[in-house]
Each structure stands twice: as C-alpha cells, then as structure tokens.
C-alpha cells in the first residue's frame, strides 16, 4: 500500500527565514534587556552598560557604595587596619545569587522567545 508524503517547503522556508531573523535581531534586544534587568531587579538607580560587542554586554558591580564619605567626628578614635595578608573585603559575593538568576532567566526568555517555532 503505497503512500504520499507532501511537504509546502515555502512555509518551512518562510518560518526558519522568519526565526533567523528573531535570532539576528537579538544583539539589538539583548542591551534593553540587561538595562531592564539592572533598574528592575538590581534597583539601579542609573543602569548603564561599560562595554558592547555584538551579543555581549558588560557593567560593572561594585562591593560597596561609590559615595564620598564625609569627615567623621573626631569622638571615636581611628580603626586599626591589621595586616594579616588579606586583601580586604567580605566573603559574600559582590552580586547575590539570586540577582544572577534572574539575569539568566530574562535572557533565557529572550532567547525562547527567538528561537520559538511559530
């Protein structure tokens, strides 16, 4: 019993042609999203990106606030800076897990959204 199999290639090719484009178009979306990302989740109050090159973005994260110190009051005497040999600095991380998972699943969405079969 022999059977036919018929396929619109015109369609095929309009919907790969169409993803493709999605998928182009992604190094233009990509700054908006990571902009979003920084003032929405990071509760920037200026988001900004340093550095752009197609399909990649970089800003940088600072461990404490950039803010000039005005002179203390002369009541508490002056901390003593021991050098046991450690570069200073907390052990958290600059950029709490949780912000990174959020990074990751906005641009995970933006990704779907370009790769989707429609």
């Known amino acids: 019993m022999p059977f036919e199999v018929k396929v ?3 369609k095929l090719l309009q919907q790969f042609d169409d993803m493709q484009k999605r998928v ?3 190094h233009q979306k990509l700054p908006d999203v990571f902009l979003e990302w920084q ?5 920037r ?4 990106i340093d550095e ?3 399909l990649s973005v970089t ?9 000039v110190r005005t002179k203390q009051s002369r009541s ?27 990074l990751f699943k906005r ?9 989707e079969w429609q």
């Open 39 to 43: 003032g929405e989740d990071m509760n």
């Open 76 to 102: 508490k005497p002056p901390r003593r800076v021991s050098r046991s040999g450690s570069s200073g600095g907390g052990k958290r991380p600059i950029l709490r897990p949780e912000l990174v998972e959020m």
């Open 8 to 10: 619109e290639s015109e």
């Open 59 to 67: 800003t940088f994260v600072y461990p404490r606030s950039r803010r």
């Open 45 to 48: 109050k200026y988001p900004k």
């Open 107 to 115: 641009m995970t969405e933006m990704c779907k959204e370009a790769i």
């Open 24 to 26: 182009a178009d992604l």
């Open 52 to 54: 752009q090159q197609p």
